[in-house]
């Protein structure tokens, strides 16, 4: 049964809601709109890291080849870490298999991902403002800000922490300060010393006191899309964040007050940054973040088949200390729209019921997971008690469970066993071991 039939709208086309209009078109789910808030579609901000558990399944889209055109290819290897005034190398997380992680800038994922969509389904300039249930023709009412309104029966929520979708749940909830401010922007690798331009050919994290810098080695030479994506987390106070936005420039001078004093591949990054940034700018973000949503959708008691879920940021948002949040988004909407596509029954709450149950686990633990992750990368304790308390077995152990997590499988097997007697028949990449399980 399903609700293939049902129509359904997609607010925000973030990394989150274009991949899961991929999924949609990946289960076959056809009666689909997403709308935008932006004039266009579009992604600032520097690379983003995709690890293997969500590449799974873009590469179950088909869409390998077209991430790996402007992304890296084959990193040596997760992650290495460096003394933030030595510049001594302390220790490394390895890849747990192929798909390996991609770093890519977030517009060309966003291009990729937009590729098998077609235009027809997609507006841009359509800022959701309220939501209102008409119980006479028993559908939803979106209401835009540019005057114009469209309905549907299913709403999905993929517009960010700042969801609109989410306020119309009812949660009141604020997002909260993490302490941290991020500095972003790109390092051309001609603009560093061959040394540093190998070292950056890694992702490299320079572990400093309250404080990192985290490197990634952004697209590839035959895309000519190469250079190394710098990411500063520095703890500062709120109080001194004036921007009306969450999302500003501020001057690399900032950046550099605190680390002025690190090692000399840090200092390679300032002046990289200065040249790269003629205008002395780079971007600045106040880091929030979400305590674990409790209920993430809302269904119609006059309609079985009505109802509103949230996805990505708008309910599962992360410190980006795992690199998990856009991550946990592709999954998230390709479990949904599997179970949309495949509910052995019209009743939507269960549906929807069944879909959290089988994500919360995950996207919860990620995001306690990345708070601690954050604090050993941002050491919170005294430098002469590093060696004792960071064990490298035990950070490559926290990327384990999060990298060779299998959703297909996930999904089959619990899927299994919550309602007995059902049948989803999954489709994974060929490399899935849940490949075409009909459970
Ligand atoms: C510093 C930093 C580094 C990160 N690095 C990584 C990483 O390496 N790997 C990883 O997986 N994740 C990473 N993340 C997290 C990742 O960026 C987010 O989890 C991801 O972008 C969330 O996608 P989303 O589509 O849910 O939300 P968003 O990206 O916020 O997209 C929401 C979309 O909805 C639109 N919208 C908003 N309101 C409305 C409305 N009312 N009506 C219509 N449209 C609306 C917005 O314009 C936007 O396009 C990082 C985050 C940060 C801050």
């Known amino acids: ?40 579609f579009t992604e600032v901000g520097a690379g983003v890291n995709i690890t293997r558990n969500a590449n799974r399944v873009l590469d179950a889209f088909g869409l390998k080849d077209d991430v790996l055109l402007k992304s ?8 290495e870490y460096y003394h933030y005034r030595t510049g001594d190398f302390l220790g490394q997380i390895d890849e747990f298999g192929d798909p390996k992680s991609r770093q890519i800038h977030r517009a060309h994922l966003l291009e990729a991902l937009r590729k098998n969509v077609s235009n027809e389904l997609l507006s841009t300039g359509k800022r959701l403002t309220t939501i209102t249930w008409d119980d006479g023709k028993k559908e939803y009412v979106l209401s835009f800000q ?9 709403i999905i929520g993929c517009d960010g922490i700042k969801s609109a979708v989410r306020k119309h749940l009812g949660h009141e909830d604020h997002p909260i300060y993490s302490g941290q ?58 109080e001194g964040w004036t921007s009306e936005s969450w999302l500003d420039k501020a001057p690399i001078d900032d950046f550099f007050e605190h680390v002025k004093d690190w090692t000399g591949a840090v200092q390679e990054i300032i002046a990289g940054l200065r040249k790269g940034h ?40 992360t410190l980006p200390h795992q690199g998990q949040g856009a991550c946990m988004a592709i999954e998230s909407g390709f479990a949904l729209a599997q179970v949309l596509q495949q ?73 299994d066993a919550l309602y007995e007697n059902t049948n989803i028949s999954l489709k994974g990449p060929a490399d899935s071991t849940a490949q075409e399980v009909a459970v």
């Open 278 to 317: 003629p205008d002395g700018r780079i971007l600045k973000q106040t880091l929030y973040v979400r305590e674990p949503t409790e209920k993430w959708f809302a269904t119609e008691s006059s309609s079985a088949s009505s109802g509103i879920i949230l996805i990505g940021d708008s309910v599962h948002s």
């Open 181 to 238: 401010m991020v500095y972003r922007g790109y390092v051309a690798y001609e603009d560093l010393s061959p040394e540093t331009a190998a070292l950056l050919r890694k992702t490299a994290n320079f572990r400093g006191p309250k404080k990192h810098v985290l490197t990634l080695p952004i697209g590839n030479d035959e895309s000519n899309t190469s250079r190394v994506g710098i990411i500063g987390f520095m703890t500062e106070p709120l």
């Open 146 to 154: 540019d005057g114009t309104s469209a309905t549907a029966d299913i």
């Open 343 to 415: 509910w052995k029954t019209s009743n939507l709450d269960d549906a929807l019921q069944f879909f959290q149950d089988l994500r919360k686990p995950r996207t919860d633990r990620i995001t306690k997971t990345s708070a601690e992750t954050g604090k050993m990368a941002s050491c919170e304790i005294p430098e002469e008690k590093w060696p004792e308390v960071f064990n490298y077995s035990v950070m490559r152990e926290r990327m384990r469970w999060v990298m060779e997590y299998d959703l297909f499988q996930d999904l089959a097997t619990k899927h």
């Open 72 to 79: 890296s290819r084959d990193p040596p290897s997760y992650m």
């Open 1 to 40: 049964m399903g609700f293939a039939d049902k129509k359904i709208a997609v607010i925000g086309g973030g990394l989150g809601g274009m991949a899961f209009m991929n999924s949609a078109r990946h289960a076959g789910l056809k009666n689909i709109h997403l709308y935008e808030a932006a004039p266009e």
